[in-house]
């Protein structure tokens, strides 16, 4: 099979030809037909993401959409010609879907959602586990809570929006002024990102703070979501690393959460959690719930550095797909 491969970090993918992988027990086989890229793509690509090391030479690529060729002798879910999705690899040593063929945990995939094409399937999975895990794993979301979530119009932010929606929650979210739209079409208010958060909580809220903030940006946002939560809420950050004063959180009896979607993956343990989560964004895609924002420029093996560039330069404008 063909597939790209990281030699060196920041170097040229190089296209090889190299052997089709065989599966284990608790292994399919599948055709990859398309790789969704994300900016965790680029950083493991420039061996700048301490949390996510993939040792080289490796094949990159977290996400994937395509047909399972050939199935374990103890897998009983799928079956040959399924159309399947997940985050299956491109990390921790896991090979990924830069490649025409990938041997993937079983626990890790589901079914793709019919009305999707295999570009927007692959373009949902990092995302959507950790939009998921974020509301409804740790939060707990309920319908009729307002939930405020930061980088509304972000991979994971749009997602976000989606399944908050589909939850039942009174949705806003901060963004830049030309992301108004892209934010307001999701169905969630929009909070310019400069407006001073006193501001915003008083209007939105009559002061109280919101039930839920999902942090997306990290930072200062996180500790500004501290203080935006209302009292006994619950904030959420995919990006909770670095130094942070909780004296804001706790004088509200409110609480935190961290996502790390990675975990699975690198560690073994909670594999089927995350195909129960894709099965669930399946229903909730067919149910005209959610949907990807796709940026309409293909790619394929030959050229993944130029999505990479695009992503580095925050110049893309939804999620980039790459063609395999």
């Not at 999707?116 to 399937?121: C, F, K, T, V, W």
């Amino acid at each position: 099979m063909r597939a790209a491969i990281l030699e060196t970090h920041n170097a040229p993918l190089r296209i090889s030809t190299i052997s089709t992988p065989g599966i284990g027990p608790g292994e399919v086989l599948v055709r990859v037909h398309a790789s969704g890229v994300n900016p965790l793509d680029t950083k493991i690509h420039a061996g700048a993401a301490a949390h996510a090391r993939h040792p080289l030479p490796a094949i990159p690529g977290i996400d994937l959409a395509g047909v399972v060729e050939r199935t374990g002798g103890d897998v009983t879910r799928f079956k040959p010609g399924d159309e399947v999705y997940g985050m299956t690899g491109g990390v921790g040593g896991v090979p990924g879907s830069l490649a025409e063929f990938a041997a993937v945990d079983a626990e890790l995939l589901a079914l793709k959602p019919a009305n999707l094409s295999m570009r927007e399937a692959a373009a949902l999975p990092l995302i959507v586990i950790t939009a998921w895990e974020g509301l409804i794993d740790r939060a707990m979301l309920r319908a009729g809570q307002k939930v405020l979530i930061h980088g509304g119009a972000g991979g994971v932010g749009h997602v976000a929006i989606q399944i908050a929606r589909a939850f039942g929650a009174e949705v806003f979210a901060t963004g830049s002024p030309s992301q108004r739209a892209t934010i307001e079409g999701y169905g969630a208010v929009f909070i310019h990102r400069d407006v001073a958060l006193e501001a915003y909580v008083a209007e939105h809220t009559g002061g109280y703070g919101f039930d839920v903030v999902y942090d997306t940006v990290g930072g200062k946002v996180l500790d500004a979501s501290f203080a935006a939560v209302r009292r006994f809420g619950h904030v959420v950050s995919a990006l909770g690393w670095g130094t942070h004063a909780l004296a804001p959180l706790s004088f509200r009896a409110a609480t935190y959460s961290g996502v790390f979607t990675l975990l699975p993956l690198l560690s073994g343990e909670g594999r089927a959690h995350h195909g129960e989560i894709m099965a669930e964004a399946t229903r909730l895609v067919e149910a005209g719930k959610l949907m990807p924002q796709l940026d309409a420029r293909h790619f394929t093996l030959g050229n993944v550095g130029e999505a990479y560039a695009l992503i580095r330069d925050h110049a893309t404008k939804g999620k980039l797909v790459v063609d395999v």
